[in-house]
């Protein structure tokens, strides 16, 4: 298995809800990102964890709130987001070694916030 | 700061011409070098370049890394409509948190039949 995989593939949410966006990896990468995008921009980065443990936060607002329960497995979990944080959310896993220099994009969670 | 800059920042052509796309890095810690293509969707992966003066090669697409000027070109030949996409160059690199991938801005390639 050579894949990242996101779900949902398109969030819609009110400003109230709360969600979860998920993303799955079985290729033994120890280090996993949260990315967004908006658009006609690059991505952007949120956040890093190595060996499930958080070792990047971007400065990102509280209403985003990362998690990795397992080394395959992190969750973003949303709450009282604003119309601006509507994007392209991205995942990415990588190897943790020095010796390893690729990156594995999933293929996104377009989220609208309403 | 690490910071990866992409020139042109768009590009119009007509099908069977060729296009370079340049991008230019200062980071610390270089490990590789990556291109993206991104249509609607997330990027898609073209390129790892690591080391510096072997031309990497996909059908019409082809790039090369030169450490020595910190930078790499990504080459289109006999381009087509489907080729229009936003180009990603990246650039990755090695701290304590992991590998980082740091995106330039991109180059908007439009393809006019």
């Known amino acids: 298995d050579t894949e990242v995989t996101q779900t949902p593939k398109h969030l819609v949410m009110g400003m109230t809800n709360k969600k979860s966006l998920k993303c799955e990896q079985h290729?033994?990468?120890?280090?996993m990102y949260w990315y967004k995008q908006k658009a006609k921009k690059p991505p952007e980065l949120m956040f890093v964890?190595?060996?499930?443990?958080?070792?990047i936060n971007e400065s990102v607002p509280s209403r985003f709130s990362p998690e990795c329960p397992n080394s395959s497995l992190l969750n973003l979990h949303l709450h009282a987001l604003q119309p601006e944080d509507s994007a392209l959310y991205l995942c990415a896993s990588s190897q943790r070694d020095r010796d390893s220099a690729g990156y594995t994009f999933g293929s996104g969670t377009r989220l609208t916030v309403v | 700061e690490d910071k990866v800059v992409q020139s042109p920042l768009s590009l119009v052509v007509h099908e069977g011409d060729t296009v370079t796309l340049n991008c230019s890095y200062e980071?610390?810690?270089?490990?590789?070098l990556l291109w993206y293509k991104q249509e609607k969707k997330a990027p898609t992966f073209l390129f790892m370049l690591?080391?510096?003066?072997i031309e990497k090669k996909s059908g019409r697409l082809s790039s090369i890394l030169d450490k020595k000027e910190l930078s790499s070109i990504l080459n289109i030949t006999a381009t087509q409509t489907g080729d229009s996409a936003i180009y990603l160059c990246a650039v990755g690199t090695f701290n304590n948190a992991g590998n980082m991938l740091t995106f330039g801005g991109g180059t908007r390639l439009m393809v006019k039949p």
């Open positions: 290729m033994g990468h120890r280090a």
């Open positions: 964890y190595s060996y499930e443990k958080l070792s």
């Open positions: 980071v610390t810690n270089f490990r590789s």
């Open positions: 690591t080391s510096s003066g």
